[in-house]
């Protein structure tokens, strides 16, 4: 299952995004650990509902999730950006980040969402100074607290300006010991945008990144890559989802597809409806693993009562074979009972070779046989 957005799909989602510019924030739903949901009313087109999932994932969905009690952050969004207009939006590029900018009242507000890691929402003013977050966190070359200026991470490469001369230089210095690696993690391709260059240019994937010598065909291929249209289809399985992307792909070359008209609506197609039918036999995984741990618990609660079976076997079969001489001990306890206290009983009996232990309390002995 998908669980991240690329940077070059994020380029393309903040692209079809443009169709909201203008329109006005009608409201705002976000519940603590839950999705924010911002819905806006646009002139001519009517209801939209933009869905952001911070470090995972935004699109444009037919319906909003139920929340329940709204968060602090959520109403914080609400006495600022509600009954606002969405004046840009843009990718800050090749980061994958979102970036918002709202009006209100003459005033501009910044909604940033970042996709990253564990991801973020963050609101400043015009100026970038940080005005909340869903959440306060320090880094080693960054924080975002309030009353501070926003900085987003940095990427040494733009794939969407590369050419052939930083590539050349990144293999050179790079520590990963694969080029679909160097490709995925130095510049932010992800996995499987770096194994569909590494098809187009025909290299092998594994091939040492300081063993290429030409660049060349990477290049090409990114440029191919970053500058494709959107031709937006979700790819299947033995019937099952694998992933949403926004154009077709030589690596999913020998699976089912299934075509939509907007990037947009394969994301909610695929995280509203395909997720949803996925997870259904997790419920049934979840009750299949239930009844395993019954059956081991009565496993051994089973094993447990054999043994105990088997050591009551094994006392009873020595009871039975010692059973004259344990007769006789009962018969001359008996009688010594008549005659003394427990407490002389146990006094005379303390060198016994058979007797280990008088309980003069319980009026109890152990033998041992």
């Known amino acids: 299952m998908k669980k991240q957005l690329s940077s070059i799909e994020i380029n393309l989602l903040a692209e079809e995004l443009q169709i909201l510019i203008n329109s006005r924030v009608d409201k705002i739903y976000h519940s603590e650990g839950s999705e924010l949901c911002i819905q806006f009313y646009a002139q001519n087109a009517g209801k939209k509902i933009l869905k952001i999932i911070p470090g995972k994932y935004l699109f444009l969905a037919e319906a909003k999730a139920e929340h329940q009690e709204l968060s602090g952050f959520c109403m914080f969004l609400r006495k600022h950006l509600e009954n606002s207009k969405l004046k840009e939006v843009r990718q800050i590029e090749p980061e994958r980040i979102v970036e918002f900018a709202f009006e209100k009242a003459g005033k501009k507000l910044i909604l940033i969402a970042e996709f990253f890691s564990k991801g973020n929402i963050i609101i400043c003013d015009e100026n970038h100074i940080i005005a909340n977050a869903l959440q306060f966190v320090d880094f080693s070359t960054r924080s975002i607290r309030p009353k501070i200026k926003y900085e987003h991470p940095k990427m040494e490469y733009d794939i969407f300006k590369l050419k052939k001369e930083n590539l050349q230089e990144l293999f050179k210095k790079t520590g990963k010991d694969a080029l679909v690696t160097c490709l995925a993690v130095d510049l ?115 094993e447990s009562m054999k043994k105990s079976e088997n050591e009551d076997r094994e006392k009873a079969e020595l009871i039975y074979n010692n059973y004259k001489l344990v007769e006789e001990i009962l018969t001359e306890i008996n009688k010594a009972s008549q005659k003394y206290s427990w407490k002389e009983i146990q006094e005379k009996l303390k060198e016994h070779k058979i007797i280990r232990e008088v309980d003069a309390k319980e009026k109890r002995v152990v033998v041992e046989i």
Do not use: H
């Open 188 to 302: 932010g391709l992800g996995g499987i945008y770096s194994e569909e260059i590494c098809l187009l240019a025909k290299i092998d994937k594994n091939k040492k990144p300081q063993d290429i010598r030409n660049a060349d065909k990477i290049a090409d291929s990114i440029k191919k890559i970053t500058g494709k249209k959107i031709k937006p289809v979700i790819y299947y399985e033995n019937s099952e989802a694998v992933d949403a992307v926004p154009f077709e792909m030589e690596f999913y070359r020998n699976l089912e597809k299934k075509e939509f008209g907007t990037f947009n609506e394969a994301l909610d197609y695929y995280f509203s409806k395909e997720e949803k039918i996925q997870k259904k036999p997790a419920k049934y995984d979840k009750d299949i693993e239930s009844i395993k741990r019954i059956i081991e618990e009565q496993r051994q609660t089973i």
